[in-house]
């Protein structure tokens, strides 16, 4: 079984920084692509940044944001910076994973963590 644990999210305040670990454990041969996705009150999950062997992010990120993985650790990160009211949502970890060689890759997601920016 695997699992994908989160941590690092919490209350700050407009312009502040936090900083987010999902460390993924369990019977894994491989990871493939690792990512975070946040979800608002009233809306649809969102991908925030992903991350191969390159990166990917949200405009809406972009410039503040910094995704990075350990691959030692089979965990990634997420750096936020210069948070905005509107960065608050409930941020999920996921990350596309083989469990044995003669397996196909499957989708796992974290349990989320609340990120709240206050005005």
């Known amino acids: 079984q695997v699992q994908l644990v989160e941590s690092g999210g919490g209350l700050v305040q407009a312009g502040g920084s936090l900083r987010l670990s999902c460390a993924a454990s369990?019977?894994?041969?491989?990871?493939?692509?690792m990512g975070w996705y946040r979800q608002a009150p009233g809306k649809q999950r969102e991908s925030v940044a992903t991350?191969?062997?390159?990166?990917n992010y949200a405009d809406s990120v972009k410039g503040r944001f910094t995704i990075s993985r350990d691959n030692a650790k089979n965990t990634v990160y997420l750096q936020m910076n210069s948070l905005k009211p509107e960065d608050t949502a409930v941020y999920y970890c996921?990350?596309?994973?083989?469990?044995?060689?003669?397996?196909?890759?499957?989708?796992?997601w974290g349990q989320g963590t609340q990120v709240t920016v206050s005005s």
């Open positions: 996921n990350a596309v994973i083989m469990v044995d060689p003669m397996s196909g890759r499957s989708n796992y």
């Open positions: 991350i191969t062997s390159s990166t």
């Open positions: 369990g019977k894994i041969f491989s990871i493939n692509a």
